[in-house]
């Protein structure tokens, strides 16, 4: 590869999601409060939430597995923005919220977010005691719980926990086949409280039915020695669409919640009637005309044969928006799909217009979302990006507005 200054911004760190493994920039980046229309910059890009559309698709999931449903909103909820969603979904009287940062957990408190809360994620044991405060349920499988217990009884409280068991995703959890002995020690430690005890499914049909199987056998050699392990839970999203026997006493809902499908297949089936919540939008910064041979972008990276019209967007990679595809990917303006062109660089791309358009500076261009008739959705994106929805909504630079309807 030839090394540039603008590939060695993209691949020396300074991306959205490179940012976002950050734990001092995780902080602040989460933290930061939800804009308002008031202190919206013309020129900016920024993101509008539809909250409507969200309590919609939680109404859809209770009625699909009628459970108790715990919602993941980890990672910026998705890059919807954790607090402002944290919020929302408690005044939706959600069961319970799943993050999978301490982090996460900590600014939800602060911010008020006074519903249960699990951290799917790790904890270091000098943290216990900020568990304990912040009433944060923990996710474990370690003999480092052991300290929880400690560290409550000091303070005075009970810890809440939720055993997780590695049923053959093979990455967290303690092992099924070693579990019932940490188990056995969990349950007799005054100060801890077990709300549950979950497992993640690898997501293939036939084996999800061998880790239900072995989670189900766990439960049963617990409850026969009399130990009380409150809610079972593995369905994520895709469990909740392909695998009814997965929902046991609680689902994991996450992109399902944001109006996305886990997998093509059940998008194109849209059994839930989903509503996607999130838009991603920003004002024309520039409309110039080219003459032939005229070019844009570093390294001329598109030159133009003939008489054009290109109108310049303030958004691209550094706002999370994937720098690969130009040539393949859309944006709508006037109601219309206009096509990228040359190439998306940390802060501008570049669309082209017909040449007798009307698009001027100021005007709005929808990157994810509706406008007129036409719609680019993220799915659509993922595809020209090849790469899954995951990664667009979650990549969404947190630093960008945030707006609710």
């Known amino acids: 590869?030839?090394?540039?200054?603008?590939?060695?911004?993209?691949?020396?760190?300074?991306?959205?999601?490179?940012?976002?493994?950050?734990?001092?920039?995780?902080?602040?980046?989460?933290?930061?409060?939800?804009?308002?229309?008031?202190?919206?910059?013309?020129?900016?890009?920024?993101?509008?939430?539809?909250?409507?559309?969200?309590?919609?698709?939680?109404?859809?999931?209770?009625?699909?597995?009628?459970?108790?449903?715990?919602?993941?909103?980890?990672?910026?909820?998705?890059?919807?923005?954790?607090?402002?969603?944290?919020?929302?979904?408690?005044?939706?009287?959600?069961?319970?919220?799943?993050?999978?940062?301490?982090?996460?957990?900590?600014?939800?408190?602060?911010?008020?977010?006074?519903?249960?809360?699990?951290?799917?994620?790790?904890?270091?044991?000098?943290?216990?005691?900020?568990?304990?405060?912040?009433?944060?349920?923990?996710?474990?499988?370690?003999?480092?719980?052991?300290?929880?217990?400690?560290?409550?009884?000091?303070?005075?409280?009970?810890?809440?926990?939720?055993?997780?068991?590695?049923?053959?995703?093979?990455?967290?959890?303690?092992?099924?086949?070693?579990?019932?002995?940490?188990?056995?020690?969990?349950?007799?430690?005054?100060?801890?409280?077990?709300?549950?005890?979950?497992?993640?499914?690898?997501?293939?049909?036939e084996f999800d039915k061998e880790q239900i199987k072995r989670l189900l056998a766990l439960c049963q050699k617990a409850k026969t020695a009399g130990i009380v392990l409150?809610?079972?839970?593995?369905?994520s999203s895709a469990g909740i669409m392909s695998y009814p026997d997965s929902y046991l006493d609680m689902v994991r809902p996450g992109i399902l919640v944001y109006g996305y499908y886990p997998s093509e297949k059940s998008q194109y089936k849209d059994k839930l009637a989903l509503k996607p919540v999130l838009q991603l939008k920003c004002r024309v910064a520039a409309v110039k005309t080219l003459r032939p041979g005229d070019s844009i972008s570093y390294h001329r990276a598109y030159i133009a044969e003939n008489r054009e019209k290109i109108a310049v967007l303030p958004i691209g990679y550094s706002d999370g928006y994937p720098f690969n595809v130009a040539g393949s990917g859309f944006v709508l303006l006037s109601g219309e799909r206009a096509p990228i062109v040359g190439s998306i660089t940390a802060n501008h791309m570049e669309v082209k217009l017909k040449l007798d358009s009307n698009v001027s500076i100021g005007d709005e261009a929808v990157l994810?979302?509706?406008?007129?008739?036409?719609?680019?959705?993220?799915?659509?994106?993922?595809?020209?990006?090849?790469?899954?929805?995951?990664?667009?909504?979650?990549g969404l630079n947190p630093l960008l507005h945030r707006i609710t309807d």
């Open 1 to 205: 590869m030839k090394w540039t200054r603008r590939n060695f911004l993209m691949f020396s760190g300074f991306s959205p999601l490179t940012l976002l493994a950050s734990k001092k920039r995780d902080s602040l980046f989460l933290s930061l409060p939800l804009r308002k229309h008031s202190t919206q910059l013309k020129h900016d890009t920024w993101i509008e939430l539809n909250m409507d559309h969200m309590g919609w698709n939680l109404d859809r999931i209770r009625k699909q597995v009628k459970r108790p449903v715990m919602a993941v909103i980890k990672a910026n909820a998705y890059g919807h923005g954790l607090i402002p969603t944290a919020r929302y979904l408690e005044k939706m009287s959600i069961d319970s919220l799943m993050v999978c940062k301490l982090e996460e957990a900590i600014q939800l408190r602060e911010a008020g977010v006074d519903c249960p809360i699990l951290n799917f994620g790790p904890f270091f044991p000098e943290y216990a005691e900020l568990l304990v405060k912040h009433q944060i349920s923990q996710s474990v499988f370690t003999n480092d719980v052991r300290i929880l217990n400690t560290t409550a009884a000091k303070m005075g409280k009970v810890s809440k926990i939720h055993i997780h068991i590695d049923t053959g995703m093979g990455r967290m959890g303690i092992p099924h086949h070693q579990a019932f002995s940490l188990i056995s020690e969990l349950a007799t430690f005054n100060n801890l409280k077990i709300l549950g005890i979950s497992t993640t499914l690898t997501e293939e049909k």
């Open 230 to 235: 409150g809610k079972k839970h593995a369905a």
């Open 368 to 394: 994810i979302g509706n406008q007129g008739k036409e719609s680019i959705s993220a799915d659509e994106l993922a595809r020209w990006a090849e790469v899954s929805t995951y990664k667009i909504l979650i």
